[in-house]
């Protein structure tokens, strides 16, 4: 157990819709990620925040949008759902921003199964 | 931009030694790390490398050239629960802040 935690585990939704997936980092740490993994594929990452801020953007599509909250939980919101969006979502965390050092623990990740 | 190259798949006998070899073409570059999926689970954390050479933490080493942009991985004495894929990444800086870029991903498959 990493000690970061994703809710929903599973979710199965239709196109057009918009979800909102969760995570709640280890005690103590400060910067939250999410990654996108699809059948076969890396991960892609999306975006990371640290301490309510958001740091750093990937391939994160415009539909997409996350924050991160005073509570240092996270969330992680999908839009006009398409079929190719149906993927394994990680959210993951770490305790630092610097350089020294780079231990990022994932969650077990979200499963969105778009229909 | 980032990117990354690893072997797509490595296939290796029980007791055996693989090496999982990665290339990386970023600016910015901070470090290299690796992780371990087993299918279906979350990625964990093996090692990471910010400056150049061999760290070993048990039956797993990783190398670390940054003249060469090229890091990999050693495993060692391998075992049937090493079958899984395995991830190189990069810590790079970004704008303000930094960004953990990762590969593909290399499946390891671990023959008796």
């Known amino acids: 157990d990493s000690g970061v935690t994703q809710t929903p585990k599973h979710l199965i939704t239709a196109t057009g819709q918009r979800v909102t997936l969760r995570c709640s980092p280890r005690s103590g740490d400060l910067s939250v990620y999410w990654y996108q993994q699809s059948l076969d594929q890396g991960l892609q990452f999306l975006i990371h925040?640290?301490?309510?801020?958001?740091?750093a953007k990937g391939n994160i599509l415009e539909r997409f949008s996350a924050q991160q909250f005073p509570d240092l939980h996270s969330e992680l919101n999908l839009s006009s759902l398409e079929l190719g969006d149906s993927a394994l979502y990680f959210c993951?965390?770490?305790?630092?921003?610097?350089?020294?050092?780079?231990?990022?623990?994932f969650g077990e990740g979200s499963w969105l199964t778009v229909v | 931009g980032q990117s990354l190259e690893q072997p797509s798949e490595v296939t290796a006998v029980e007791g055996a030694i693989v090496q999982i070899n990665c290339t990386y073409q970023?600016?910015?570059?901070?470090?290299l790390s690796w992780y371990q999926q087993h299918d279906g689970g979350a990625p964990t954390f093996l090692s990471y490398n910010a400056l150049d050479g061999l760290e070993e933490t048990g039956r797993f080493s990783s190398f670390l050239s940054r003249s060469d942009s090229y890091g990999y991985l050693l495993l060692q004495e391998l075992q049937m629960k090493d079958s899984a894929s395995y991830f190189c990444?990069?810590?790079?800086?970004?704008?303000?802040?930094?960004?953990?870029?990762f590969g593909a991903g290399t499946r390891l498959f671990v023959k008796a």
């Open positions: 925040y640290y301490n309510g801020e958001e740091r």
């Open positions: 990444a990069v810590r790079a800086d970004h704008t303000g802040g930094f960004k953990t870029i």
């Open positions: 993951a965390s770490s305790v630092e921003r610097e350089v020294s050092g780079n231990t990022i623990y």
């Open positions: 970023t600016s910015g570059f901070y470090g």
